[in-house]
């Protein structure tokens, strides 16, 4: 499921072979998983799998929460996390850096 999933974010051209079908199963894949999402400016968001819209390019987690930076930032300042739940938030694949899925936590 997990290479599914980076498959989706892929350039539009290696998209070309990606079926609804094959969105939708990896989709189901996840459904119930815990996933840690970090983005292309390293923040770090933790939370259930919400969806995917292979159209728009796009990952939504619900009940997550912003981890910060935790230290993976070389220039600039560090962010701190927040203990403000987020009910959803999408994220588009070109911001994402990296996922990782937790089954059933």
Same mark, same amino acid.
């Given at each position: 499921?997990?290479?599914?999933?980076?498959?989706?974010?892929?350039?539009?051209?290696?998209?070309?072979?990606?079926?609804? #079908?094959?969105? !939708?199963?990896?989709?189901?894949?996840?459904?119930?998983?815990?996933? !840690?999402?970090? !983005?292309?400016?390293?923040?770090?968001?933790? $939370?259930?799998?919400?969806?995917?819209?292979?159209?728009?390019?796009?990952?939504?987690?619900?009940?997550?929460?912003?981890?910060?930076?935790?230290?993976?930032?070389?220039?600039? @300042?560090?962010?701190? @996390?927040?203990?403000?739940?987020?009910?959803?938030?999408?994220?588009? $694949?070109?911001?994402? #850096?990296?996922?990782?899925?937790?089954?059933?936590?």
């Amino acid at each position: 499921i997990f290479f599914r999933v980076i498959a989706i974010f892929s350039p539009p051209q290696k998209m070309a072979g990606l079926s609804s #079908k094959s969105v !939708s199963s990896a989709a189901d894949g996840l459904r119930g998983s815990y996933l !840690s999402l970090t !983005s292309k400016s390293e923040i770090r968001y933790e $939370g259930l799998f919400h969806s995917i819209n292979a159209e728009e390019n796009t990952v939504a987690l619900q009940n997550a929460k912003m981890m910060g930076t935790e230290g993976r930032k070389k220039e600039g @300042p560090q962010i701190p @996390p927040t203990d403000q739940v987020y009910d959803i938030i999408t994220f588009r $694949g070109t911001d994402i #850096k990296d996922i990782r899925v937790f089954h059933g936590q």
